[in-house]
């Protein structure tokens, strides 16, 4: 589940679902505790129960409450670093857990404190987050490789490329088929044979390259634009179509699933 998290924070932060996201999970706690019936009556009292469900509410309501405040004041690392959105999507969760046990305290004029409901409440909670968690990323895992898979041209234009110090080039995105790190330099390479040389690292390219995710890493030394991939080779080597030529591109260990996914995943 926590391999697919890096699709999920591509869906929340650059593809902007946070909206659809905060109010689905909102909505889902509210029809979770209206079904399970936290609190509990134990009588047929439906009028009751109507009621009960509209203050149920409240809860799936704290949840966005939560979510907005925490991206509003989070800086910009969760939007940048799946690891660290990861770590604000727990707090966020510790935060509504004892938001929730704070009420039920409040309810029962703090006499009905319990370890063991205590207990119960982590694991309540962890289900109602954990269920739409799960869906919304397999849900984001799917988009992004069909965004990947079946757009069927790179987006034109230039974008400007920054290296060390104030040292910059412009490069035409239709046009780059594969990026290289060369010693203390990255070498771009494009289709008509050009290539262009900077001084940075292929680290701070990648992130450069960002809103673009058809550059994928393929290797420690290697970022490929997958619109000119033809076929993936032994799972160790992705062919690129350069005008009537084929390049071999190497793929590591610790990209191998990512770029098979490209070329299983049904067009």
């Known amino acids: 589940m926590l391999a697919n998290h890096k699709y999920f924070h ?27 019936r936290p609190f509990g009556i134990n009588n047929n009292d439906f ?40 770590a604000y999507l727990f707090a966020k969760l510790i935060i509504f857990i004892h938001i929730i046990f704070l009420i039920r305290q409040a309810v029962c004029d703090w006499k009905c404190f319990d370890a063991f409901e205590y207990l119960e409440l982590w694991i ?17 895992r799917y988009l992004f490789f069909h965004s990947l898979v079946n757009k069927k041209s790179t987006p034109e234009g230039r974008i400007e490329i920054k290296g060390e110090g104030r040292e910059t080039i412009e490069i035409a995105l239709a046009d780059l088929i594969f990026i290289k790190a060369d010693d203390n330099y990255v070498d771009f390479e494009f289709q008509n044979g050009d290539r262009k040389l900077i001084r940075a690292t292929l680290k701070k ?61 049904p067009k």
């Not at 809860?59 to 979510?67: E, K, L």
């Not at 290697?222 to 071999?248: C, G, M, P, V, W």
């Open 47 to 86: 009028e009751a129960y109507l009621h009960l469900v509209a203050n149920l509410a409240v809860f799936g309501g704290v949840w966005v409450g939560i979510s907005y405040i925490t991206d509003l004041f989070a800086s910009s690392k969760p939007k940048e670093i799946p690891k660290v959105d990861l």
């Open 205 to 265: 390219v990648q992130q450069q390259l960002r809103a673009y995710p058809h550059f994928v890493r393929t290797h420690r030394s290697y970022i490929a634009n997958i619109h000119f991939a033809s076929e993936f080779l032994r799972y160790d080597t992705l062919l690129i179509n350069s005008n009537d030529d084929q390049i071999e591109i190497p793929v590591s260990k610790k990209y191998r699933e990512f770029v098979k996914e490209l070329f299983i995943h």
């Open 124 to 140: 309540a909670c962890i289900i109602m987050l954990g269920i739409p968690y799960i869906i919304f990323s397999f849900y984001s």
């Open 10 to 36: 591509w869906l929340y932060h650059t593809k902007s679902k946070n909206h659809l996201i905060n109010w689905s999970t909102g909505l889902f706690i509210w029809l979770f505790l209206a079904i399970t």
